[in-house]
Structures are given as structure tokens and as C-alpha cells.
């Protein structure tokens, strides 16, 4: 399990430090247009090249919805830390997967052919889990199915939030589905961890 935590380690390390840089190069970008620094300079040139294609999306996104996009910086701070939360969360769900599998298939134990057949059923639950939610955060932000990964994601979620929606009736405005979709997964993953994976440990790192 050495290999899985160092693998998790790296990848946490790794998010985290473009995270911060990227948070940087967003706050840079606004003092620059702040303290009203020359864009022609070498460094506004290549802090406003790298930072461009997160902000001009989500400025476009704000004057969609008629906000201000002077708050387009702050906005994509958030989402940067959003979306590397969700790789952190995907990543750990595979190599949590991974380290299951490895871990059933090494102990010798009686059952773990099942066992490894409920940690991959409970991998898939939770990056299914993680589909729906990219899915509802890219509706948030606009993105349209010309996007590939948005096309992806409802090709991969809408077997599921289909039927839900046309089943279950919105409160007001609020298309509530999603959410029961989220607790139908959980349940099948708390079914998978009492039944294929009981006595079996869930975490790796």
C-alpha cells in the first residue's frame, strides 16, 4: 500500500501547488490592472496569456447572467479550488479502487474475488457520484455541449438523472433530482460496503 499512499501524496502535493499558483498568478493579474502596470510589459504580456483562458470564461459566463465581470478574478479563484477538490476526489476514489483490488488480491483471504468485485463496483459508484457533480457545476457555469467533457458527462449521467427527472416533479424553480440521484448512489455504495465488501477495509490511505 506504500506505492498507493505515495502515489495519493504526489498527486495532493501536486494539485495543491497549482492550486496556489494559479491563485497567485490571478491575484498578480489583478494588481497589475490595480496599480495600472503597462500591458505591453513582458511580464503583464505572460501573466495575462496564462491567466486568460480561466478568466475570459468566466467573465463571459458572468455577463451571461448581466454581473459584473469586474468580479470575473475572484470567481475563478473559487472555481480553481473547486475544481481541484473534484480531481483530488477522483483521484483518491481510483487509487482507493486500485489499492483494494491490490489489497484482495495479495491477502489470500477466502472471498476476495467477491471482494474485488465490490471495490470496483464502489470505485465506479463514487466517481459516478463525482460525474453527476462536475455535470451540475458545469451547468452552473454555462458550458455548452460543444464542450467534449460536457457531452461526456451527460451521455455518462443522463441513464440515471432521466428517468429521475421525469419521475420526480421540480419544488418551484429547483430540479431536484440530482439529489436523489446522490442518495440512491450512496445507498448502493453502503450496499455494496455491508454485502461484497463486509470485513473489508474501505480506506488505503
Known amino acids: 500500500m506504500s506505492i498507493i499512499q505515495s502515489l495519493i501524496l504526489f498527486v495532493r502535493w501536486g494539485v495543491t501547488a497549482i492550486i496556489v ?3 497567485a498568478l490571478i491575484l498578480l493579474r489583478s494588481l497589475f490592472n490595480y496599480l495600472d502596470v503597462n500591458p505591453f510589459k513582458w511580464s503583464a504580456r505572460t501573466i495575462r496569456r496564462v ?6 470564461p468566466v ?8 454581473l459584473d465581470p469586474k468580479v470575473a478574478p475572484f ?3 473559487i472555481f480553481i479550488i473547486v475544481f481541484g477538490y473534484l480531481i483530488l476526489l477522483v483521484s483518491e476514489s481510483i487509487l482507493n479502487t486500485i489499492g483494494g483490488i ?4 495479495t491477502s489470500g483471504r477466502i472471498g476476495a474475488p467477491v471482494a474485488i468485485i465490490g471495490y470496483l463496483l464502489y470505485g465506479f459508484l463514487g466517481l459516478y457520484t463525482l460525474a453527476i457533480f462536475v455535470r451540475i457545476v458545469f451547468s452552473w457555469i454555462g458550458a455548452s455541449h460543444a464542450n467534449r467533457l460536457m457531452r461526456f458527462l451527460f451521455r ?6 432521466g428517468p429521475l427527472r421525469r419521475t420526480i416533479p421540480p419544488v418551484g424553480m429547483f430540479d431536484i433530482s440530482p439529489i436523489v440521484a446522490f442518495l440512491i448512489l450512496w445507498l448502493c455504495q453502503s450496499a455494496v460496503a455491508g454485502t461484497l465488501l463486509r470485513g473489508w477495509p474501505l480506506g488505503f490511505f
Open 102 to 105: 491490490i489489497f484482495a488480491t
Open 51 to 56: 491567466t486568460d483562458p480561466v478568466i475570459i
Open 75 to 77: 470567481i475563478a479563484i
Open 21 to 23: 499558483a494559479g491563485i
Open 59 to 66: 467573465r463571459a459566463m458572468l455577463m451571461g447572467f448581466r
Open 156 to 161: 455518462a449521467t443522463e441513464p440515471l438523472l
